[in-house]
């Protein structure tokens, strides 16, 4: 048995946005489901990107949900004494 070199390319982000988002060829869309069912590494970059891009989608969708940051200013608010301010509006 000859054995080839074990050339492993891990997966690129850009890759894997596009696999998310489905624009990848079916054929290139295998590789790439192949590839994250054995190597970890990519599998768990794929979760972090899955779970970025659909935050995106979501802050997208929904505009006036408050942003993350938004949040952020507001538990500051809070905590520099001036809890009224921003609620209730
Ligand atoms: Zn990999």
Redesign the pocket.
């Known amino acids: 048995m000859t054995e080839m070199p074990k050339e492993?390319?891990?997966?690129d982000e850009m890759t894997l946005l596009l696999y998310i988002e489905r624009q990848l060829d079916r054929a290139r869309g295998l590789e790439v489901s192949a590839?994250?069912q054995?190597?970890?590494?990519?599998?768990t970059?794929l979760r972090v990107l899955e779970s970025e891009s659909r935050l995106l989608t979501r802050a997208m969708l929904e505009e006036d949900e408050p942003l993350p940051s938004r949040l952020a200013q507001f538990q500051e608010r809070a905590r520099t004494g001036n809890p009224c301010s921003g609620f209730g509006e």
């Not at 492993?8 to 997966?11: A, D, I, M, N, S």
């Not at 054995?38 to 599998?43: H, S």
Request: some cysteine.
């Open positions: 492993t390319k891990h997966l590839h994250t054995e190597c970890d590494a990519c599998r970059l």
